[in-house]
């Protein structure tokens, strides 16, 4: 039965407000084995169009006229609560494959697509203001992301996969 398999843990559902600014979107589901447990676990999906700033926050692309779309993003995540019960400082993992089209306009050819993995260690706080499950978490990580397929090469340029990208955000989500 499903209380076997999940005991007596905790669901939540959450998003990124941030990637509905920028065109795409992000869900993420995450359970908590107890409700006194240090862990909790999830996976997620998210796109979005990135910014100039996080471009040409590498040099090598900066002010290169590159259009840059996460097109899709799956990561499986791990969190350690410095507390037991999900809330307050937490440290975190997410392991996920993310596929980009680039486009350049200042180049004759059109766009080009690749896949990589990426690897973000994090840390972050969670904040339930009411008592009605709903809750806030920022968080920052520094991830380790490769190419893994496809080519960012575009027009006889290159389109620069950083090897280190930092991040940071602010989740809203819900606990049942």
């Known amino acids: 039965s499903g209380t076997a398999l999940f005991g007596q843990g905790k669901f ?10 920028f065109g795409g979107y992000a869900a993420h589901l995450r359970w908590q084995p107890s ?12 796109a979005m169009d990135f910014p100039d700033l996080f471009v040409d926050i590498n ?11 996460l097109d899709s993003g799956i990561g499986l995540f791990g969190e350690y609560y410095l507390k037991p019960g999900g809330k307050g400082w937490l440290l975190g993992a997410q ?13 004759s050819a059109n766009e080009t697509a690749f896949s990589n993995l990426l690897l973000m260690p994090y840390a972050g706080y969670r904040w339930y203001p009411t008592d009605s499950g709903l809750y806030l978490q920022p968080w920052a990580g520094l991830g380790v992301t490769g190419k893994i397929s496809g080519s960012n090469d575009l027009g ?5 996969v950083s090897p280190i990208i930092p991040f940071m955000t602010l989740h809203v989500g819900y606990t049942f």
């Open 12 to 21: 939540s559902l959450e998003t990124d407000p941030s990637t509905f600014a």
């Open 35 to 46: 409700a006194d447990s240090h862990w909790q676990f999830g996976a997620g999906a998210y």
């Open 59 to 69: 040099p090598d692309n900066a002010d290169e006229g590159w259009d840059v779309r």
């Open 95 to 107: 392991l996920a494959i993310q596929r980009y089209s680039v486009e350049n306009s200042e180049l």
């Open 156 to 160: 006889g340029d290159t389109y620069d």
